[in-house]
């Protein structure tokens, strides 16, 4: 069993920053591709970014492209997004999901394993 535990989110102004972090555990000897999607009230749980188990491709949705990086220690079993010049609209709950594959994985039904969720709210 794989667990993910998403940490990093809060209250932040229009403008600022946070980094979420998602720590990866149990099965961790099986190589992961890693994805960030987000879920506003009333709305579809959307991809953010997603990158590839040795971490050489990277993914963006147009929304946040510029403005989100992620990222991932694969000693350490975490993957990273840290997000800049945060909008009101980039509120929502965000969670971290993780695939058994090498490279990128984009489509939210291939995820296999997701994280519980945390909280963004950016005000304005």
């Known amino acids: 069993q794989v667990q993910l535990v998403e940490s990093g989110g809060g209250l932040v102004q229009a403008g600022g920053s946070l980094r979420l972090s998602c720590a990866v555990s149990?099965?961790?000897?099986?190589?992961?591709?890693m994805g960030w999607f987000r879920q506003a009230p009333g709305k579809e749980r959307d991809l953010v970014a997603a990158?590839?188990?040795?971490?050489?491709?990277?993914f963006y949705s147009d929304s946040v492209k510029g403005r989100f990086t992620i990222s991932k220690d694969n000693a350490k079993n975490t993957v990273y997004l840290q997000m800049n010049s945060l909008k009101p609209e980039d509120t929502a709950v965000y969670y971290c999901a993780a695939d058994p594959a090498f490279g990128l994985v984009t489509n939210r039904a291939d995820y296999d394993y997701w994280g519980q969720g945390t909280q963004v709210t950016v005000s304005s």
């Open positions: 990158i590839s188990w040795r971490g050489g491709s990277t």
């Open positions: 149990g099965r961790t000897t099986s190589r992961y591709a």
